[in-house]
């Protein structure tokens, strides 16, 4: 099977198509052939950061094709959507049922990937930052794979006032095009009237402002893989509290909210109160391109591989 691979961490040129067999699954796991795949910032960080190359894994969709031993509820035929935590950018993956969700009839394996993961990190943060009906909320990186579900999902859940922050005026007008009421970008000196709530998916040097804008009493829920530094005394001033939010552990810990989740998504979308966007899609010959796309912050919405 043809596999993307890379033997130094570097940017997007470093990644290359080769051959690998096709592996075959182990207790409890799932052999998909892949039909999409979504590329993801941490993974684009990842290769450039990593000091060793570490396999390419993340959100999948696709047919399973075997199972392995123990496996109950899948069988070959059926059509899913998953996290997968090794090789996935390939044109078959291992996914573990416990990461694994079906597909629903009507639905393609490109909707999935661009539902399903993002939708849950977006629905588990707004989960964490614990809102009450009419609160107000900043979304950060509005205008990526998560932030676009975010802010939609938000005003679904009950949110008064919807506020983006993005980087540049093409991805302000795409976010006031999901439903935003207030779209800022970063550098402006000023991110308007106070948040109840922020959902930070940036970090790094963001997080002064995002904290800034957020009203006495805020919450600022951080899922970023960008890191950061928040001064203790800027929490104090306003009694503003930081959550850090990952959703492996509610994986790990709470599978039945995660498949509720699932439920709720797939509801959103049959019922268009939530629009998953792909921005494009990419054959797997031209990942780098992919990566490079993220890498730029240039998406709005999805960006998908196709093997």
Do not use: C
């Not at 099977?1 to 592996?23: D, K």
């Not at 291992?94 to 661009?114: C, E, K, R, Y």
């Not at 207030?182 to 948040?195: K, R």
């Amino acid at each position: 099977m043809r596999r993307v691979q890379y033997e130094r961490s570097g940017g997007p040129e470093v990644l290359e198509i080769g051959s690998a067999e096709v592996p075959t699954p182990g207790p409890g796991e799932l052999l998909v052939r892949v039909e999409a795949i979504g590329v993801t910032l941490p993974m684009v960080r990842k290769v450039r950061e990593q000091r060793e190359p570490i396999p390419l894994g993340g959100e999948v969709a696709g047919e399973v094709v075997a199972v392995g031993d123990g496996v109950t509820g899948y069988a070959p035929g059926y059509r899913v959507t998953g996290l997968v935590f090794g090789h996935g950018y390939a044109e078959y993956a291992l996914l573990s049922v416990a990461m694994a969700s079906p597909i629903p009839d009507g639905a393609s394996a490109v909707d999935a990937v661009a539902l399903v993961r993002s939708g849950l990190v977006a629905l588990g943060a707004l989960a964490a930052a614990n809102p009450l009906e009419g609160e107000s909320v900043l979304v950060t990186a509005a205008a990526s794979g998560i932030g676009h579900l975010a802010v939609q999902l938000a005003r679904v859940r009950g949110a008064s006032r919807v506020v983006g922050a993005v980087s540049d005026q093409v991805k302000a007008e795409f976010v006031r095009g999901l439903g935003a009421d207030e779209v800022i970008e970063y550098g402006q000196e000023s991110w308007g009237q106070p948040v109840d709530y922020a959902l930070d998916a940036v970090g790094g040097d963001l997080l002064g402002p995002a904290i800034a804008a957020l009203a006495p009493g805020g919450r600022l829920v951080a899922y970023s893989s960008g890191g950061g530094t928040i001064q203790a005394y800027d929490l104090l001033v306003g009694a503003k509290s930081v959550i850090g939010f990952q959703i492996a552990r509610i994986a790990q810990r709470q599978p039945d909210l995660l498949d509720q989740w699932r439920q709720e998504l797939w509801q959103y979308v049959a019922s268009d109160q939530l629009r998953p966007v792909v921005h494009a899609e990419f054959a797997l010959d031209d990942v780098a391109e992919a990566h490079a796309l993220i890498e730029d912050r240039g998406n709005l919405g999805k960006v998908v591989l196709i093997p």
